[in-house]
């Protein structure tokens, strides 16, 4: 699903736990980490940004480099990562922000 700088307000504003991916169409890094988010069965729903067709809620969510990645708990960003994290890293680090 696409996250943008006309959506973002609306979607964080559910409450829902979700997370979002920052990305560009020309970054390596990046296309390894979906790769990987492909690999694991996601329990929260995955927002992708293009930090460069949406700078306003790039530059609002502070994203410096990509990838960046972001969990939104209760309306709030409840951790992040920048770079490509393994299966079992990003297994690990979602599992913490399900159920909690």
Known sequence: MEINDINFSDIVNTGETLLIKASANWCNPCKILQKNLDSIDLPIPLYHLDVDKNPLTANKLKVRGIP?????????????????????????????????
């Open 68 to 100: 960046y990645m972001i969990i939104y708990k209760d309306k709030k960003m409840a951790s992040n990562k920048v770079g490509v994290q393994t299966p079992r890293q990003l297994t690990e680090w979602i599992q913490a922000f399900v159920g909690a």
